[in-house]
């Protein structure tokens, strides 16, 4: 079943459209991404063995992305650059709540940008739902981390073809430049069977620990 | 886990994934969260698309000293502290309400509204207001429109109104086209979490005068 998202354009005052334009004047080329794998692999060295190679080699992807995130959600610099460490740090204590059959590397590094992002720039409590009472499972069945993989890879591909114009709509939504009543319901974001991928994986963790 | 048959909005989903959604209303998304896998598992797929945004994002350079910055920042860190006890089975609030109310049901510091009906506010930061509301079953509330947005959520007990029956779990989501009157369903008392952006109207007199008085 895909999940369809629109953005009610007409409520969004003119001035929000400048996103696309806002320059960012320190970047840096793209490297070559390493594949999810490998990302996987290095957080569960970090989780397991507080391997610090394995953390820089993290930090070295995650942390000019979380940056460039943070100062496109309104963070100066400064407090961008002092958010990211603090970020990266939260990283290397929570590693162990990190379930690679329910979201990628890079999901669960959104989820703790989010977070802190909420906490430094808009200076407000975020309400957690009650986590699963049994966490995740030390060694997740394979065939799931791989399917889930392949489900993430599916939704960026899928959201690197949407359309320019509603591609920069979602990028506003989560950069925080829409409301919640600018996101109206009905149009697009295909994440139909990313979801029940999730959906499984949850069913079988309470199966296994429940 | 019951039956939960109404289900917040893909806009709610995505709005409290991207971290933009009003504190109030991330408190009942959280609480429903906490109790259906329906919408944990559409939340995680929002938060998949935030993940499929870094990883296309632009990057910025850090600072020369910056890796090892944060590991003294780790290494600075208090021990972790202790795995939190899994909750006892027997909580009628999920752990981000019970955050709020500072316990479970019995800790809730109710005030009478009249005709049996009880609310406690919460405190939370931002525009919106978020309250507790406890219904004797059998019981009306007063029928009432919305300037913007509410969102009521079922604890304990059950309501009935124009859009349905809703129990434990549920949550309706009302915007300003819907003049609802809910009934609290005979029995127990119907015990609900509300999240508003603007005041209620009410239809009556009585309570539009009293309204400003007891913070509805």
């Given at each position: 079943m895909p999940i369809d998202i629109a953005i009610?354009?007409?409520?969004?005052?003119?001035?929000?459209?400048s996103y696309g334009a806002r320059?960012?004047?320190t970047t840096v080329p793209k490297s070559t991404s390493p594949e999810n794998e490998e990302l996987v692999a290095l957080v569960t060295l970090v989780r397991d063995t507080k391997d610090r190679g394995a953390f820089a080699q993290l930090f070295r992807h995650f942390a000019p992305r979380v940056k460039a995130f943070l100062m496109k959600s309104g963070a100066n610099e400064g407090l961008a650059e002092e958010t990211t460490q603090e970020v990266m740090a939260t990283l290397w204590t929570k590693a162990?709540?990190?379930d690679p059959s329910r979201a990628s590397v890079s999901t669960w590094v959104f989820t703790v940008a989010r977070n802190r992002k909420i906490d430094a720039l808009r200076r407000m409590k975020r309400p957690e739902p009650e986590d699963l009472p049994w966490g995740p499972e030390a060694e997740p069945d394979q065939a799931d981390v791989m399917s889930l993989r392949q489900e993430s890879e599916k939704l960026a591909q899928a959201i690197a073809e949407l359309p320019e114009k509603q591609r920069d709509l979602i990028q506003r939504a989560y950069f925080g430049d829409l409301s919640h009543a600018q996101i109206a319901e009905e149009t697009g974001l295909p994440l139909g069977t990313i979801k029940s991928r999730i959906r499984l994986a949850l069913e079988r963790l309470r199966h296994a620990m429940g | 886990m019951g039956t939960i048959n109404h289900h917040l909005t893909d806009a709610l989903l995505m709005s409290y994934a991207a971290g933009t959604l009003d504190e109030g209303f991330s408190l009942v998304v959280a609480t429903h969260v906490s109790l259906c896998d329906e919408c944990r598992a559409r939340l995680e797929s929002f938060e998949a698309v935030g993940g499929a945004l870094v990883d296309e994002c632009e990057q910025v350079a850090l600072s020369d000293d910056a890796l090892d910055a944060t590991f003294a920042l780790i290494d600075a860190l208090p021990p972790a502290p202790e795995p939190i006890p899994?909750?006892?089975?027997?909580?009628?609030?999920p752990l981000p309400l019970r955050n709020y109310v500072g316990?479970?049901?019995?800790?809730v510091r109710w005030r009478p509204l009249g005709g049996g009906v009880m609310q406690a506010v919460l405190k939370t930061g931002g525009a919106g207001k978020v309250r507790l509301l406890s219904i004797p079953g059998g019981t009306a509330m007063p029928d009432h429109g919305h300037r913007g947005l509410e969102l009521t959520m079922v604890l304990k007990g059950a309501f009935e109104d124009e859009d349905g029956h809703f129990g434990r779990g549920d949550v309706e989501v009302a915007n300003e086209d819907l003049h609802h009157t809910p009934v609290a369903v005979a029995g127990e008392d119907c015990i609900c979490l509300a999240a508003t952006d603007a005041p209620l109207r009410f239809k009556g007199l009585v309570p539009r005068i009293a309204q400003p008085f007891i913070g509805i």
């Amino acid at each position: 079943m895909p999940i369809d998202i629109a953005i009610d354009e007409r409520s969004i005052p003119a001035a929000a459209t400048s996103y696309g334009a806002r320059a960012m004047e320190t970047t840096v080329p793209k490297s070559t991404s390493p594949e999810n794998e490998e990302l996987v692999a290095l957080v569960t060295l970090v989780r397991d063995t507080k391997d610090r190679g394995a953390f820089a080699q993290l930090f070295r992807h995650f942390a000019p992305r979380v940056k460039a995130f943070l100062m496109k959600s309104g963070a100066n610099e400064g407090l961008a650059e002092e958010t990211t460490q603090e970020v990266m740090a939260t990283l290397w204590t929570k590693a162990h709540m990190f379930d690679p059959s329910r979201a990628s590397v890079s999901t669960w590094v959104f989820t703790v940008a989010r977070n802190r992002k909420i906490d430094a720039l808009r200076r407000m409590k975020r309400p957690e739902p009650e986590d699963l009472p049994w966490g995740p499972e030390a060694e997740p069945d394979q065939a799931d981390v791989m399917s889930l993989r392949q489900e993430s890879e599916k939704l960026a591909q899928a959201i690197a073809e949407l359309p320019e114009k509603q591609r920069d709509l979602i990028q506003r939504a989560y950069f925080g430049d829409l409301s919640h009543a600018q996101i109206a319901e009905e149009t697009g974001l295909p994440l139909g069977t990313i979801k029940s991928r999730i959906r499984l994986a949850l069913e079988r963790l309470r199966h296994a620990m429940g | 886990m019951g039956t939960i048959n109404h289900h917040l909005t893909d806009a709610l989903l995505m709005s409290y994934a991207a971290g933009t959604l009003d504190e109030g209303f991330s408190l009942v998304v959280a609480t429903h969260v906490s109790l259906c896998d329906e919408c944990r598992a559409r939340l995680e797929s929002f938060e998949a698309v935030g993940g499929a945004l870094v990883d296309e994002c632009e990057q910025v350079a850090l600072s020369d000293d910056a890796l090892d910055a944060t590991f003294a920042l780790i290494d600075a860190l208090p021990p972790a502290p202790e795995p939190i006890p899994a909750p006892l089975p027997d909580n009628v609030f999920p752990l981000p309400l019970r955050n709020y109310v500072g316990g479970d049901i019995n800790a809730v510091r109710w005030r009478p509204l009249g005709g049996g009906v009880m609310q406690a506010v919460l405190k939370t930061g931002g525009a919106g207001k978020v309250r507790l509301l406890s219904i004797p079953g059998g019981t009306a509330m007063p029928d009432h429109g919305h300037r913007g947005l509410e969102l009521t959520m079922v604890l304990k007990g059950a309501f009935e109104d124009e859009d349905g029956h809703f129990g434990r779990g549920d949550v309706e989501v009302a915007n300003e086209d819907l003049h609802h009157t809910p009934v609290a369903v005979a029995g127990e008392d119907c015990i609900c979490l509300a999240a508003t952006d603007a005041p209620l109207r009410f239809k009556g007199l009585v309570p539009r005068i009293a309204q400003p008085f007891i913070g509805i």
